[in-house]
């Protein structure tokens, strides 16, 4: 029952910051820890988001999976708690604690009510300081792990998206799942665990965002109680992963009657000068649904596809321009055919006026609708944080957004849509094409 009532109140307190302009605080702990906050104090309720940078891209050599693992580990027990008592402390507590991992960022997310703040977060800390990775917990989340390694070996989207990655970043952490492999995460120990955690949970990597009803000195108190502990220091990040991949195809045979096909060729950074402009041109590319000219080439006038999109991701080592379309056997040649006239065109022609007000009048008309929780403002508080993005970006964005001119955007496509640059990677039983090496 308590947890219904958080998410009212995580309702509730939406719908009161929504109508309200996001008010963004710098607060610094006296512990020298730094967070930015959105103060909101009508109702009893806060969200936190801390997250470090890296991610599982920090796994060392021959341990591809133990940042993934231990992340999943967190909750598993703490302290004096093992993962029954720990779940259950948090269920009486009616707080929400979520911890995830990604390429670049290893995240912890917390929600609570005001009144059962100080226990919240104490429990918390004993997840964030004092894991215990007991022995029967890691054999039950390798075990998780295995499972999901197993079944992204059966699953054609999957393989596309991995075989993409593999060819496009060679040695580099991108190149493999942060799942690891059956034979790395076997071998993982309860050792390798503790390490993981003190290479990515460190001070000098961390960013935290908080929304709710805490004041700055509030917030102080409890990132230094939190996070103060944390190593001052963790590994090393990984070098800049070079994109390896050359225009042409690669075919993996899989039988199943729809390939899946990953294409994609290097992006934009995301603070180049060019970014807002290639961000509008990709939403009238392949970012906007069915909006976009490739659902409307692809799949309103032909009739190839349930779905085609781009999209924009500059990742913090390499930075990538992708698509995803899954086409019948015998029409994804005629479907990857009409992608790279697209992509001629674009980088030909570029846009209309048409198309460029209505990218426009998409993105900021959207915009608001990302700020749809406390939770999803803390998030965005970490992530403007993590990209370097200016305290006052999102009174910014949509003028930004305005700004974009047609010229912008032919210059922005002849620069980044490079035809003879992009890679298609099909997996399936593909007539019509084969691999061009």
Do not use: C
Request: charged share 25%.
């Amino acid at each position: 029952m308590k947890r219904i009532y958080l998410a009212f109140f995580a309702l509730l307190t939406f719908s009161v910051i929504a109508q309200a302009e996001v008010k963004i605080q710098v607060v610094t702990s006296p512990g020298g820890i730094t967070a930015w906050l959105v103060e909101e104090h009508s109702i009893p309720f806060t969200a936190l988001e801390i997250r470090f940078l890296g991610g599982a891209s920090l796994d060392p050599k021959g341990k591809r999976g133990a940042i993934n693992l231990m992340t999943g580990l967190l909750e598993e027990g703490a302290a004096d708690r093992d993962a029954r008592e720990f779940a259950a402390a948090a269920e009486g507590l009616a707080a929400s604690f979520g911890f995830d991992v990604s390429d670049d960022s290893m995240s912890v997310s917390a929600q609570f009510l005001t009144e059962n703040r100080n226990d919240a977060l104490a429990l918390l800390r004993t997840a964030v300081q004092e894991p215990r990775f007991d022995e029967d917990a890691i054999t039950r989340v390798k075990a998780q792990v295995v499972s999901a390694i197993q079944s992204a070996e059966t699953d054609p989207d999957a393989i596309s998206g991995s075989t993409f990655d593999r060819l496009a970043f060679g040695d580099h952490p991108y190149a493999t799942s942060i799942n690891g492999t059956l034979e790395s995460v076997a071998a993982l120990t309860r050792d390798d665990l503790f390490a993981a955690k003190d290479a990515v949970m460190a001070r000098d990597r961390m960013y935290v965002g908080a929304v709710g009803d805490i004041t700055p000195e509030e917030l102080g108190k409890l990132l230094d109680n939190l996070l103060g502990d944390l190593p001052a220091v963790g590994a090393n990040m990984p070098e800049q992963a070079p994109f390896l991949l050359k225009g042409g195809t690669t075919v993996v045979p899989f039988d199943t009657p729809q390939s899946v096909v990953t294409f994609g060729q290097e992006g934009l950074e995301r603070h180049d000068p060019d970014f807002f402009a290639a961000y509008v041109m990709n939403t009238i590319l392949g970012g906007s649904g069915r909006q976009s000219r490739l659902m409307e080439e692809v799949r309103e006038k032909r009739g190839l596809t349930y779905g085609v999109y781009t999209y924009l991701l500059p990742k913090d080592f390499a930075a990538l321009y992708m698509g995803r379309v899954a086409s019948a056997n015998d029409r994804v040649a005629q479907a990857v055919q009409v992608i790279k006239d697209e992509w001629v065109k674009m980088a030909e022609n570029g846009v209309t006026a048409e198309e460029l007000e209505g990218a426009k009048t998409y993105l900021t008309g959207a915009y608001p609708l990302r700020f749809d929780g406390n939770g999803p403002i803390a998030n965005i508080l970490v992530a403007m944080q993590m990209d370097d993005l200016p305290i006052d970006y999102i009174k910014t964005r949509n003028d930004r957004i305005n700004a974009v001119t047609l010229e912008d955007i032919a210059r922005v496509a002849k620069r980044l849509v490079r035809p003879d640059d992009l890679h298609f990677v099909v997996v399936g039983q593909p007539e019509g094409l084969e691999s061009t090496e």
